[in-house]
């Protein structure tokens, strides 16, 4: 099979394809023909040796993928075989044509959706899920969405706006800025310009919850456009840190920093939640790019340009 390999640190043209030996599903594990691969900004990172954990090479990178199972490791999992589903890897091997994952671990993806907006939704889905839930979003609320062009920050957008909360988002470029308002947004800034904190006060005054996408200065800058009693949710560090708001910061301002609740019974119902809510067409993940597999680095390049919106994918097959 033809796989991505990473055997040492460094920029995009790390990755390289090269023919691999099929993996064989183990006891306990599912093999999948791989159609499509989800690509994170974080494998951009864990590529560079810059990530917030460590992995050791080399190593088929990927941590998403869906296709259809061809085989499985014990007998009582037989049931899976030919079935289109979505899963995690466990951190790698995610690049490939063939990967092997748990088949405890699966999710089918539902009748009459495509398997694309499935593997689109694997990571982002339950992630902006887990935000909104644990913010606690209510109608009325002003709420700020930072990197609302990428792959959660559209979904935070669609998943506000259904709360009846009045939509701010930011997001760095025009062409992102247009993508974020045609979502729903009512107001829509690009976070690159020196006024746009500016620009969300004369629009909404301060914001109620901040989902923070980004970190670094514009995080410090979205925190002080909290009101008092206000949340602020983390779920990406697009400028390379997490955001530097102290509890005692918070305290002072009357802010709460929500942390969410990342049990893997959680994240599994979360992530049922959004297939669910997409297959019944209340939540659309965006697919800005797709790269095929051989192209890796050229998706990675893409991704830390930040030339990108919504998801990119490696169609594998």
Do not use: C
């Amino acid at each position: 099979m033809r796989a991505v390999w990473l055997k040492e640190f460094g920029g995009p043209e790390a990755l390289v394809a090269a023919e691999t030996p099929d993996p064989v599903a183990g006891p306990g594990q599912a093999l999948v023909e791989v159609e499509f691969a989800n690509i994170t900004f974080v494998e951009t990172q864990l590529r560079a040796g810059t990530g917030p954990f460590t992995v050791e090479l080399p190593m088929i990178p990927g941590n998403g993928v869906g296709g259809v199972v061809t085989s499985v490791g014990t007998e009582a999992d037989r049931r899976l075989i030919g079935r289109r589903v979505v899963s995690g890897t466990g951190g790698s091997g995610g690049y490939a044509e063939r990967a092997v994952v748990d088949a405890g671990g699966l999710f089918e993806v539902p009748d009459g959706m495509e398997l694309d907006t499935a593997v689109a939704l694997l990571a982002d889905g339950r992630t902006a899920m887990s935000m909104a839930e644990a913010v606690e979003l209510r109608a009325g609320e002003r709420v700020l969405v930072e990197a609302a062009a990428g792959g959660v920050g559209t979904l935070l957008v669609q998943l506000a706006r259904a709360a009846g909360a009045r939509v701010v988002a930011a997001a760095g470029g025009a062409r992102k800025v247009g993508l974020a308002r045609g979502l729903g947004a009512d107001v829509a800034v690009d976070y690159r310009e020196p006024d746009w904190t500016e620009r969300v006060r004369e629009a909404v005054g301060g914001v109620d919850v901040v989902f923070d996408g980004v970190g670094g200065t514009i995080s410090g800058s979205a925190f002080g456009l909290l009101d008092r009693g206000g949340r602020m949710i983390s779920f990406g560090l697009a400028s390379g840190e997490w955001a530097n708001v102290s509890e005692e910061a918070a305290a002072d301002r009357g802010v709460t920093l929500v942390r969410p609740v990342t049990t893997p019974e959680k994240m599994r119902s979360l992530t049922e939640r959004a297939l669910a809510e997409a297959a019944a067409g209340r939540l659309r993940p965006v697919i800005g790019q797709r790269f095929p597999l051989d192209r890796a680095a050229d998706a990675h390049r893409a991704i830390q340009s930040r030339a990108t919106v919504g998801k990119t994918l490696l169609e594998v097959r």
